[in-house]
């Protein structure tokens, strides 16, 4: 069930990094596609499915709190470790970014299979418990940097309050919390939006794949990969068994919380000065094990 679940998903990633290079779709082609998904659908996704679904019978905050929770505990451990380890800071930015930021796409497109129309459900209250933390974790990371600038916290709250994927988050949770009836035709509406937003963001990743760049710090790539696809998911696991969740969110935290990292961390390292060779590098590495190791966490863990 589990593999069957995520084998169209990463079927489809691989259809996207075909069609690229294949040059029948050239690059401003995918540009746009990911300016559609991230700006339009995926927000129409995220509101009808925070806006409809009864979420009160799921240990929703619970499992909110056990993926921040682990995401944060990594954070701090990796900031404790990088005056020990002697890496540069645009280096450490793209590691903490892979080892914190995860690909919702991925996650959102494996969700139903697996647990249902609850189970997409509870995926959109995990974005909106962890999407906005790892933006503001990484754009403070990278306004430490002297290449790109030193936003203030007034630059990083427009940027956060500003995002299509925290206003969706805020307009479904408002609605969902309000008791609000949407209009039948607003959720016929929206739904059919929605439908896009997967197939589409997945042939995105999949063309955002490169496998032509420089491997370099070996230490620094396994770090943040074990970190994201290994330890955050256990931590979670941990968090959500310590709160006593139900099976379904705790499921959920895990999916998660062990997807790789996402697309958006290598746009940000090129605009703030990052090392965004690295980011490139961690985030193939990532998308290509997890086919591997997401499976295995959540049937291990979730």
Known sequence: MLVSALVPVIALILVGYVLKQSDLFPGPVWTGIERLVYL????????????????????????????????LVVTFAL??????????????????????????????????????????????VGIAAV?????????????????????????????????????????????????????DMLVTTLDLLAGAALPLGLLAVGAGLAFRVAWKSPASLLCSTVCKLLVIPAL????????????????????????????SAYVMARQFGGDHEMMATILTTQTILAAATVPFMVGLLG
């Not at 339009?40 to 499915?49: F, Q």
């Not at 019978?57 to 921040?68: E, I, K, Q, R, T």
């Not at 310590?242 to 697309?263: C, K, M």
């Open 40 to 71: 339009v659908l995926l927000p129409a996704l995220l509101v009808v499915k925070l806006g409809t679904t009864d979420l009160a019978g799921f240990d929703v905050w619970p499992m909110a709190l056990a993926m921040a929770g682990a995401t």
């Open 79 to 124: 900031a404790l470790a990088r005056p020990l380890s002697g890496i540069d800071r645009p280096l450490y930015t793209s590691i903490l970014q892979g080892a914190i930021r995860q690909n919702s796409f991925i996650g959102l497109a494996a969700a139903e299979p697996l647990y249902g129309g609850s189970g997409l459900a509870l995926a959109a």
């Open 131 to 183: 999407i906005p933390m790892v933006n503001v974790i990484s754009v403070w990371s990278l306004a430490a940097l002297d290449a790109g600038g030193r936003p203030g916290v007034g630059t990083i709250a427009v940027r956060m309050l500003t995002s299509p994927i925290i206003i969706a988050c805020a307009i479904g949770l408002g609605i969902n919390a309000a008791g609000v009836r949407m209009p």
């Open 236 to 263: 979670a696991a941990l968090f959500c068994h310590v709160q006593g969740v139900d099976p379904v969110a705790t499921g959920i935290a895990v999916l998660f919380t062990s997807l790789p990292s996402s697309a």
